[in-house]
């Protein structure tokens, strides 16, 4: 049987870590859709502003601020893997609620087709892609309902794969106590055409909730993130570890370690926003499950830290994050903006003017 150097699959480790890797397909799903997000540790449900790449991580976080959005973001990753994506939302005049479209991707490169004995047969490529569909429902003033149909394709080399999931999601906004949470079901769904014939593997589901706190009169607000809900033990027990104890390990006298503080971490990510007169962002955040998989004893580094930044200015935004790796690598996304409704709202205020 032919072999495939398909490093595709060491690149989804990156976000299907620990117990949670290999046992899952499409694994990119995962991936943090917007840069804003990937500064606030790569997984946020708990936004609920104007924008518009939060569908993706939260369908209930569309809202009318959004209506006749066009978002860009692109992340290049060590090895030239592609990631991004492409969204707009609309809001129907007849219809309540906001609608949102978009096409997310990934391009893994090329790579060299080679039988057992490592004799070069030719050259393949690898890619996926979501293009998927959301509607958010407002209840009031506070209550938000949403959800997202995904179709899904997979192209390795010569297999491929077709599948379909949803999203669920669901929001209180509390302006009034700067209090937003959510609650949200993902990649509910299966595989329609499996790579092999007969061999359907599971989708990377993930029960997340989340919750952000500002503060009246103090430009920040507090972002916490618990993801993997339905599963408690994602760790990886490497018998290979150091057994120094941290502020993680359990230990006491000669017993078993049981890491019961490193356990419940890894579920949680803790991040800031600090908002300068709604014009600049800045976040910071710490995900314990990255930082914990990524880390090696052999070389300091910090793949746990996440920051970014972002510029709105009229019609446009701009955001960038910025996430350490392993080995010293890093990750880069970049996400661009433009309302462009606000155009339109323009020529109509000057041809009234004239």
């Known amino acids: 049987m032919k072999r495939f150097s398909l490093l595709f699959v060491l690149f989804s480790s990156i976000q299907a870590f620990a117990q949670l890797g290999g046992s899952t397909t499409y694994n990119f799903l995962n991936l943090s859709p917007d840069a804003r997000i990937t500064s606030l540790g790569g ?3 708990s936004i609920y502003d104007h924008n518009l790449n939060t569908q993706l991580a939260n369908p209930a976080s569309l809202n009318r601020r959004m209506n006749r959005q066009v978002s860009f973001g692109t992340v290049i990753y060590p090895g030239g893997v592609n990631f991004g994506n492409v969204a707009y939302a ?3 005049d007849k219809v309540p609620g906001v609608f949102g479209f978009g096409v997310q991707y990934i391009a893994y490169g090329r790579f060299t087709e080679t039988d057992e004995q ?3 047969l030719g050259r393949f490529s690898a890619g996926e892609t979501n293009t998927y569909v959301g509607y958010a429902y407002p209840f009031g003033r506070l209550f938000s309902v949403g959800a997202n149909a995904k179709i899904i394709y997979s192209q390795m080399g010569p297999y491929s794969s077709f599948g379909m ?9 509390d302006t ?3 209090i937003t949470a959510s609650l949200v079901a993902k990649n509910l769904g299966g595989q329609i055409k499996p790579y092999n014939r007969g061999v359907r593997e599971p989708l ?3 029960l997340q909730a989340g919750i952000s706190v500002g503060f009246k009169g103090v430009p920040f607000r507090i972002h916490a993130t618990f993801h993997h809900l339905t599963q408690w033990d994602i760790r990886y027990d490497n018998p290979a ?3 120094d104890s941290n502020l993680f390990d359990d230990t006491t006298g000669q017993k078993p370690k049981k890491y019961i503080a490193d356990k419940l ?3 949680v990510i803790i991040g800031v926003e600090f908002n300068i007169k709604k014009i600049v962002r800045i976040d910071i955040a710490y995900n314990h499950l990255r930082q914990q998989e990524l880390r090696l004893t052999t070389r300091k580094g910090v793949p746990g830290l996440s920051f970014g930044m972002g510029v709105r200015i009229r019609q446009f935004d701009f955001s960038y994050g910025f996430q350490p790796l392993a080995q010293g690598q890093v990750m880069n996304h970049f996400t661009f903006t433009v309302y462009t409704a606000g155009f339109t709202q323009k020529k109509t205020v000057k041809s009234e003017k004239r």
Do not use: K, L, S
């Not at 999931?165 to 906004?173: E, L, R, S, V, Y």
């Open 176 to 178: 009034a106590h700067f």
């Open 90 to 92: 609309h809001r129907f």
């Open 265 to 267: 971490f890894r579920h």
């Open 241 to 243: 570890d150091q057994q």
């Open 43 to 45: 997984t946020n449900v």
């Open 118 to 120: 490592a004799n070069e």
């Open 165 to 173: 999931a949803t999203d669920i999601g669901f929001t209180i906004n």
């Open 204 to 206: 990377p589901f993930d």
